[in-house]
């Protein structure tokens, strides 16, 4: 069974970092997706960065040059590492798996979400 958890988040200050950990228990690695979403008051959910079954990463314009997703199978966790946070970063953020097919990532697990705030 695949539980995702997510951890890292809370207030942080304009222009600092913040680095979103998620513990992923049950994920195939080697055919899962991971993701990491983010929803801001008011906004639909909003996809921000992947990482694929085979290590290729991509990241949403919004937070392209800030953001870095990285993995360690080992310790089966998913990171996203945002730097230089605006207020607009301010979001509940998702880890979300699934599998990877016909080039589609699917988005079958989620996490309950983790707050982040950014202000000054």
């Known amino acids: 069974q695949v539980r995702l958890e997510e951890s890292g988040g809370g207030s942080r200050p304009i222009g600092g970092s913040l680095r979103l950990s998620c513990a992923a228990s049950g994920v195939d690695w080697n055919n899962f997706c991971m993701n990491w979403f983010r929803e801001r008051p008011g906004n639909q959910r909003n996809w921000v960065a992947t990482?694929?079954?085979?290590?290729?990463?991509n990241t949403a314009r919004f937070v392209k040059g800030r953001a870095t997703v990285s993995r360690d199978i080992a310790k089966n966790t998913l990171d996203l590492q945002l730097d230089n946070l605006k207020p607009e970063d301010t979001a509940m953020y998702f880890c979300a798996a699934g599998p990877w097919q016909y080039e589609t990532c699917e988005h079958t697990y989620w996490g309950q979400g983790i707050q982040v705030t950014v202000s000054s």
């Open positions: 990482i694929y079954p085979d290590g290729s990463r």
